[in-house]
Every structure is written in C-alpha cells, then in structure tokens.
C-alpha cells in the first residue's frame, strides 16, 4: 500500500511539474523557491520509491527466513525506513545544492543536471543491490525447500512451495530490480544516450502498471474475491427480479379477482 502511496505521488507530482513548470518559460527564468520546493518534493517521492521497493524485499526476505520477528515492531521499522529516510537525503541535497552550489547550479528550477545528484545515487544503488541479495536469498530458501527429500506417502514438494518459487521470479518489478543499470546515465552526446532515455521511461512508467497486473490482477484470491462480489450481486439482482414478478404477478391476480 505504502509503495504504491508513493508510485501515485510521484507520478502526480512529475505530471504536475510537466504542467506547471516546463511549460511557462518565466518560471523558469525566475527558479522562484516555489518550483523548487516542487523540485525537491518530486525528488523526495522518487526517493521513497525506491525506499519502498527495498521495504519490500525487506520484508519478504525477514518473513521467509525469521519467523519469530514481531511484524507490528518490523512494520513500525519499516515505515520509519520507507517515509524518513529518503528525507534525510533530500534535506541534504537541497542545503548543498542551495548553498554550496556555483550559480550555475540553481537556475532553471534546479532543472539542470548537478554533480549533487549524486547525493540519490547511493541510496538508489544501495536499495538496488540489497535488493538482488535479497532475491538470490529468497530464492536460495525456496530451492532448499524444493529439494528436500519426499514426505513418507513420496509426495514431492507442496503445491505451496512451487508457487511461491514461481512468484519469487515475478518479484523483479516489485523490487525494482530493472533499475539497477538506470543511476549509471551516460553523459550527453553517448552514442548509448538514447538508448538509456527509452529503457528509463518505458521501466519508470510501466512499473506500476506491471506490479498492479501482476500481483493485484492476476492474483488468484483477488480473482476469487470478484468472482465472489459478482456472484453475489449477480444472484441479489436475480432475487430481486424474482421478487418483483411475484409482486406483479400477485397484483394481476388481486385486479382479476
């Protein structure tokens, strides 16, 4: 839920800086403190993407392998992890960008690329490889398990186990896995440049949608649970259709008489 809180702000955020910022050239010429209080608010939700992602793998990872960790102290830990953490960074990204940068640095809204940048590539990089540990962790459990001798009837490994082997390796665009080559951005003019922007946009605007088929859509509880509310409303407007014709029915009856 957090993780998608953040998908939805920063994706908000960004159609609004397209919007209101890009477009209106004075704006950016003045780089007044209100686009770039927008400019850092959009790169603090960028931030909790990722931070958000790592929660995730986090999270897996500590309910597979310790199954005596207090989720109410793990969930207080990793909400704490997932909001203030990417603060942290932007606070000192934007105290060294707004005064430790040379001029060049802070016009256009802080639009330009700086070498401060740099203050996200770390956490973004960090987040991405604890990320894949945690995958090849994962993955390394379920294997164990899928390898374990037979029950005493030569039962194989539980329907349950194969499933969750099979969705660990739909949890790539969970964990933001894609991203891993995407905070080394070649420089401008790279003959690879191109190629970097079309892998960046199509992976940071498709995630979401990817996530949400993948384990919303295309879960079987959530499939069962429409199913269910369809069924039922299916079966409540056939009962109330059958009501009515008898209601009708008895009215005809009580004129005819």
Not at 105 to 114: A, G, L, Q, R, V
């Amino acid at each position: 839920m957090n993780l998608f809180v953040s998908f939805a702000c920063n994706n908000s955020l960004w159609l609004l800086w397209y919007r209101l910022v890009l477009t209106d050239l004075d704006l950016l010429k003045e780089s007044g403190a209100g686009c770039i209080t927008l400019h850092l608010v959009l790169h603090y939700f960028l931030l909790t993407n990722y931070s958000w992602m790592l929660c995730e793998g986090f999270y897996l990872h500590t309910v597979l392998v310790s199954a005596f960790v207090s989720e109410k102290k793990l969930l207080k830990w990793l909400l704490a992890l997932g909001w203030g953490s990417p603060a942290f960074f932007i606070v000192l990204y934007g105290f060294l960008r707004g005064y430790a940068s040379p001029s060049n640095d802070t016009i256009e809204c802080w639009m330009n690329d700086s070498s401060f940048n740099k203050v996200f590539v770390g956490p973004v990089c960090i987040s991405m490889l604890l990320n894949l540990v945690f995958l090849f962790n994962i993955m390394r459990v379920l294997l164990l398990k899928l390898k374990a001798p037979a029950g005493p009837h030569g039962a194989g490994p539980s329907r349950t186990i194969l499933q969750a082997f099979r969705a660990t390796l739909l949890l790539v665009p969970l964990l933001g896995l894609q991203y891993i080559l995407t905070p080394f951005r070649p420089g401008n003019g790279h003959p690879y440049e191109r190629t970097y922007e079309t892998m960046l946009a199509c992976t940071s605007s498709f995630q979401g949608l990817f996530v949400a088929v993948l384990f919303c859509f295309l879960n079987g509880e959530v499939i069962a649970q429409v199913k269910r509310k369809w069924r039922t409303v299916f079966l409540r407007t056939r009962a109330n259709s059958y009501t009515a014709t008898q209601v009708s029915v008895s009215t005809l009856t009580d004129l005819r008489v």
